[in-house]
């Protein structure tokens, strides 16, 4: 996943992010799952600890509500990846170079042995 930031007048602005359908798809799933997965458990955990008694002095209470500030801030930053993700049609990449998203296959013309890479 590519993500880039850019700072204008001090603010920050997402660049756009170029995915293959299984990249996004990749995406959008972990997005999903934090959303109807994580966050709910994240409130649990809260709610277990706060029944554990005095919240000034409950580590787990405070350790329940950092662990949900992370994952709010996972969830934010992939909305916003995701809403400036853009879909790579593959079949429309010139083959005859490699750019993004290119298989390449080198060999070693002193042991012949291949070495693939997605670039």
């Keep these: 996943m590519g993500f880039f930031l850019f700072y204008i007048n001090d603010e920050i602005m997402s660049a756009v992010s170029y995915y293959t359908a299984e990249g996004l ?3 959008r799933e972990e997005l999903d799952y934090l959303k109807s997965v994580m966050r709910p458990k994240a409130s649990a955990d809260i709610a277990e600890a706060r029944d554990k008694g005095d919240l000034s002095e ?7 509500k950092e662990a ?3 994952l709010e801030m ?5 909305e916003e990846v995701h809403s400036n993700a853009r879909l790579i049609d593959e079949t429309h990449l010139d083959v005859s170079k490699v750019l993004v998203l290119s298989n390449v296959k080198i060999k070693n013309l002193t042991n012949g042995i291949y070495l693939g890479c997605r670039k």
């Design 58 to 64: 409950n580590a787990e209470y405070d350790a329940a």
């Design 25 to 27: 798809k990749k995406l």
């Design 74 to 78: 996972r969830i934010a930053k992939l």
């Design 68 to 70: 949900q500030g992370m």
